[in-house]
């Protein structure tokens, strides 16, 4: 996909355990062919199969692995999954510049072509009391997020994965082409779960994401089709 033919979009996370289940809660949509999200638990349980059934049901597909190891091995790794035709893939930046320019060599076909490849910042999880304690990374979580996305712009990535409220500053230290895919997405009147740095898809689309995640808020929705029209709607 060209940056210019991007617009804003609702992605669903399907963190399904099986394919069954998740044919089962897509066909509820009969009228929009969503782009989904599919994470490790799905992938790993139905493997690259999933993959190809959903896109060759229409749907775009954003397969979130979030590759981190040696530079040769998400290389080799990137080059698998870039056959598989997805639209988006992504690593966690704490894998350092090294391997983030490996990956996108890997995902790279003969065309020159490849899907839009994006770095995790830090989780949406992760507070900075466990980012400084547990990860011995001072600072704000801004600051790292700030520094993990100028070193994935470095390296001629398209864009990161972050808080929905971090998208203000990654835009100002990165510029607005560079895309803030921001999972952390509740509704105003809605659960939190484990998520911590979140916000609505409004407050998202005012701080800058281009895309948001949205899981359970739709998922576990009693209508997941309005869910998913409200958040369209909220945001897009
Ligand atoms: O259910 P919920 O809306 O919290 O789902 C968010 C999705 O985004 C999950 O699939 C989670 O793995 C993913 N994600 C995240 N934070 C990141 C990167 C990915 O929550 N930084």
Same mark, same amino acid.
């Given at each position: 996909m060209a940056r210019e033919d991007m617009k804003r979009e609702v992605i669903i996370a $399907? *963190? =399904? %355990? %099986?394919a069954e289940e998740t044919y089962r809660f897509l066909d509820r949509f009969t009228e929009e062919k969503p782009f989904v999200k599919i994470g490790m638990e799905l992938f790993y349980a139905e493997g690259p199969a999933i993959v190809r059934e959903l896109k060759g049901r229409g749907h775009k597909i =954003? /397969? *979130? /692995?979030?590759l981190h190891d040696i530079p040769n091995t998400v290389k080799k790794a990137m080059a698998v999954l870039s056959r598989l035709d997805v639209d988006m893939v992504n690593l966690h930046a704490a894998g350092t510049k090294e391997m983030m320019v490996a990956a996108l060599e890997g995902l790279t076909r003969a065309d020159g072509s490849r899907p839009i490849l994006l770095a995790v910042t830090q !989780?949406? %999880?992760? %507070?900075q009391e466990r980012m400084n304690r @547990? !990860? !011995?990374?001072? #600072?704000?979580v801004a600051d790292c997020v700030r520094h993990y996305a100028k070193n994935a712009q470095e390296a001629g990535l398209d864009g990161v994965v972050c808080s929905p409220l971090e998208a203000g500053i990654v835009k100002e230290a $990165? #510029?607005? @082409? =560079?895309f803030c895919v921001t999972p952390g997405i509740r509704f105003a009147d809605g659960a939190v779960g484990d998520q911590v740095r979140i916000t609505t898809p409004e407050k998202a689309k005012e701080i800058g994401s281009d895309y948001i995640v949205v899981g359970r808020p739709i998922t +576990? +929705?009693?209508d997941p089709v309005a869910a998913y029209r409200r958040c369209v709607c909220e945001f897009e």
């Amino acid at each position: 996909m060209a940056r210019e033919d991007m617009k804003r979009e609702v992605i669903i996370a $399907c *963190d =399904f %355990s %099986s394919a069954e289940e998740t044919y089962r809660f897509l066909d509820r949509f009969t009228e929009e062919k969503p782009f989904v999200k599919i994470g490790m638990e799905l992938f790993y349980a139905e493997g690259p199969a999933i993959v190809r059934e959903l896109k060759g049901r229409g749907h775009k597909i =954003f /397969l *979130d /692995l979030k590759l981190h190891d040696i530079p040769n091995t998400v290389k080799k790794a990137m080059a698998v999954l870039s056959r598989l035709d997805v639209d988006m893939v992504n690593l966690h930046a704490a894998g350092t510049k090294e391997m983030m320019v490996a990956a996108l060599e890997g995902l790279t076909r003969a065309d020159g072509s490849r899907p839009i490849l994006l770095a995790v910042t830090q !989780l949406t %999880s992760t %507070s900075q009391e466990r980012m400084n304690r @547990d !990860l !011995l990374i001072p #600072g704000t979580v801004a600051d790292c997020v700030r520094h993990y996305a100028k070193n994935a712009q470095e390296a001629g990535l398209d864009g990161v994965v972050c808080s929905p409220l971090e998208a203000g500053i990654v835009k100002e230290a $990165c #510029g607005k @082409d =560079f895309f803030c895919v921001t999972p952390g997405i509740r509704f105003a009147d809605g659960a939190v779960g484990d998520q911590v740095r979140i916000t609505t898809p409004e407050k998202a689309k005012e701080i800058g994401s281009d895309y948001i995640v949205v899981g359970r808020p739709i998922t +576990a +929705a009693e209508d997941p089709v309005a869910a998913y029209r409200r958040c369209v709607c909220e945001f897009e």
